[in-house]
């Protein structure tokens, strides 16, 4: 039976397009959707609350395999463990999909085997039922909660013994070996450019394993002792970037690492050194909520979620906007300070780098400058203006400001609309970098501008400073311009370089 994909458009408050094909409830019956694959112009996608794989092709979704069994006491299908064919096979737990030999590889988790769907038939590929580790072949292997798989260029499996904290390698004659152990909760894999990516989600982190070498590329827990780890949230450099039980990695054509931040309601990536957040539950409340599976299709990420019952997808594509054209002095600080959430577009496909940034405008951005550094931290205060009503856009980011005394405020008003001097924008980081601890030690010797003079005294330490680390310099004309209204553009380039001189 197949049934209708209603699609539903979401936007990012952080200006990163979220489109969202939501599939009603009854589509997948209530289902949690886990594991993910590409099958030609079809995905099949596991579903660990029914029990079940599920097709979707050309917007229409029906059973690939399994039954919905009869509901238990807590309204949830009761999961058997019964080889058969793929309309009477019933499993415990479908968590992973992947290729494998001439069909698809499914990991059971909750009967601990690995199921294999060829033609009509679905079978048990390698497992005991029985919890355990033992190598071998067929029966002879047991694991210990089995979930995250992936198929190598040369036809291997490889899967994540959640349970025994190992990565298990199954060849195409069905041999099962141990490759690596001493892990945390391994969950979710994925195999690209001849390297197993593994997301480590008792310890909060992502491995890369290649040629018999693991490495850590980005986050880590805080051990809690024993063996129990405590995650985070920050984005920045990957080695001080923090996740909270990732359950899904995915990786791109351009290199690009995908995860499933799980405890976190959050997909982020890893490019270029650096952790993003691409979307989250606290900016677009409607998804995601538990993010597991993910698929790279293109400029495409498409994402399951156990809790929001749909397939979401998350554009892939750099920040461009119609109006910074390639080759502008600003255009990469422009796609930056997108990509790291500091700001978004005007509307239209413009960013209008030209026109000032107010001091609402740049509030919110600190505010979420700060966020990223500290996903956990609360964006609000006590402070209040006269001309700041309580529910304004920017009313939150402003009474933060205010209690942090990065904002002094002017007679008791915050003057939101008010464009913003570059000598006042190097003030405000100067004050939220002093704030937070940051070493704001620096000067620089200003003289060297013809136009030193003009800064004002209550922002000589910040100016200097500015210039000194690299987040301000002169203009094309060799001045400083300390009280020229800055632009929505500078503002980008002074938020990205400000990240880049203090390693956030």
Known sequence: MKRKIISLLLTAVMALTVTAGALTPADFSGGALSGIVQDGDALLVTDTFNKVVWRVENGEVSRFAGQISVPGLDGEPIGKYEDGTRSTALFMEPWAIAPFLDGWAVSDASANVIRYINGDSVRTAAGSGKAGKANGTGKQVSFNRPTG??????????????GNGAIRKMDAKGKVTTVLTGLADPTGLCWADGALYVAETGRSRILRVKNGRMEVLAGDGVPLGDGEYEGGYVDGPA???????????????????????????????LANGRVTTMASAKQTPEAPVQPRGLLVQGDTLVVTDLFAQNLLTLSTAPASYRDVPSGAWCEDAVRQATERGLTGGTGNGNFTPNAPVTRAMFVVMLSRLHQGTDGSAVIDGASSFADVPADAWYAAAARWAADEQIVLGDNGSFRPS???????????LYRYASSMGYDTSARADLSRFPDASGVSAYA??????AVAVGVLGGKADGTLAPRGTATRAQAAKMLVSFMDALGI
Do not use: C
């Open 149 to 162: 798989l992936a198929a190598d260029d040369d036809g291997a499996l490889y899967i994540a013994d959640t």
């Open 239 to 269: 080695a001080k970037a923090r996740f909270d039980h990732p359950q899904g990695v995915a990786v791109g054509s351009d290199g690009t690492v995908y995860i499933a931040d799980t405890g976190n309601h959050a997909v982020r990536r």
């Open 418 to 428: 008010a464009g913003i001097t570059r000598e006042a924008l190097a003030a405000l």
């Open 460 to 465: 000589a330490d910040a100016m200097r400073w």
